[in-house]
Nanobody, 125 residues
Framework: EVQLVESGGGLVQPGGSLRLSCAAT????????MGWFRQAPGEERETVAV???????NYPRSTSDRFTISKDIPKNTLYLQMNSLVPEDTGMYFC???????????????????WGHGTQVTVSS
C-alpha cells in the first residue's frame, strides 16, 4: 500500500524543538519531491519545506532559518527538524509526495498528490 504516516508531534514550549517523521511505504522517497505543510484552525494550508529527489531544499521565509527538511533513504523516511519554535508554528503538520517523479519541486501544494493524515504540533507555555 502506498502511504505516508507522520509522527513526532506534541506540545512544546516556545523556543523548543521537535523532529517530525514521515514514514513512507509503497514507494521510495529518494525518487520523489517531498514536502511538509501545516494548517492551523481557520487558516489556509501553508508550505513549510520541500526537498527535491536530488536533495535540493526550498523553504518559505517563515521557516528558512529554523526548520530543516531531510530524507533518510535507507529508512525511507522524511524528517522535519524544527528549532526555535514559536506559537505561530502551531498547527497540524502533513507530509506529502509529488504526484509524479521528475520535473520541478516547487512549494505549490497543487503538485503534491499523496498526503499523510497529519501530526499535531502545539507551541505554548
Amino acid at each position: 500500500e502506498v502511504q505516508l504516516v507522520e509522527s513526532g508531534g506534541g506540545l512544546v514550549q516556545p523556543g523548543g524543538s521537535l523532529r517530525l517523521s514521515c514514514a513512507a511505504t509503497g514507494f521510495n522517497v529518494r525518487d520523489y519531491c517531498m514536502g511538509w505543510f501545516r494548517q492551523a484552525p481557520g487558516e489556509e494550508r501553508e508550505t513549510v519545506a520541500v526537498i527535491a529527489d536530488h536533495g535540493a531544499t526550498n523553504y518559505p521565509r517563515s521557516t528558512s532559518d529554523r526548520f530543516t527538511i531531510s530524507k533518510d533513504i535507507p529508512k525511507n523516511t522524511l524528517y522535519l527538524q524544527m528549532n526555535s519554535l514559536v506559537p505561530e508554528d502551531t498547527g497540524m503538520y502533513f507530509c506529502a509526495r509529488k504526484r509524479k517523479t521528475g520535473g520541478a519541486c516547487s512549494r505549490a501544494a497543487s503538485i503534491f498528490g499523496l498526503w499523510g493524515h497529519g501530526t499535531q504540533v502545539t507551541v505554548s507555555s
